[in-house]
């Protein structure tokens, strides 16, 4: 059973920083894309920021240059650092990543719970 449990989030001022962290844990072959994805009420769920196994890695336009997303592959941990925050930051974070379980040939998609970040002007 395959779980992603995210952590970090939290309140802060604008202009400071949060580091989320999103462990995936359980029976796992090997893991492909890991990301971030954020949802504000009323309104779809937004990709953040993503890296694949080997590194690459995509943001969306509004977090260029503010926001840094890592992985440990030895921990099966994707990060998100994200400084210079603003108020239009807020939302519920969501990890997201593609992962294949033993004896399996092809990656299913998993969703942790969320992690509010609020950022107060």
């Known amino acids: 059973h395959v779980q992603l449990v995210e952590s970090g989030g939290g309140l802060v001022q604008a202009g400071e920083s949060l580091r989320l962290s999103c462990a995936a844990s359980g029976t796992i072959s090997r893991i492909n894309t890991m990301g971030w994805f954020r949802q504000t009420p009323g309104k779809q769920r937004e990709l953040v920021a993503r890296i694949i196994s080997g590194g690459s890695t995509n943001y969306a336009d509004s977090v260029k240059s503010r926001f840094t997303i890592s992985r440990d592959n030895s921990k099966n941990t994707v990060y998100l650092q994200m400084n210079s925050l603003k108020p239009e930051d807020t939302a519920a974070y969501y990890c997201?990543?593609?992962?294949?379980?033993?004896?399996?040939?092809?990656?299913?998609?998993?969703w942790g719970q969320g992690t509010q970040v609020t950022v107060s002007s």
């Open positions: 997201n990543a593609d992962i294949m379980p033993p004896y399996y040939s092809t990656y299913a998609n998993y």
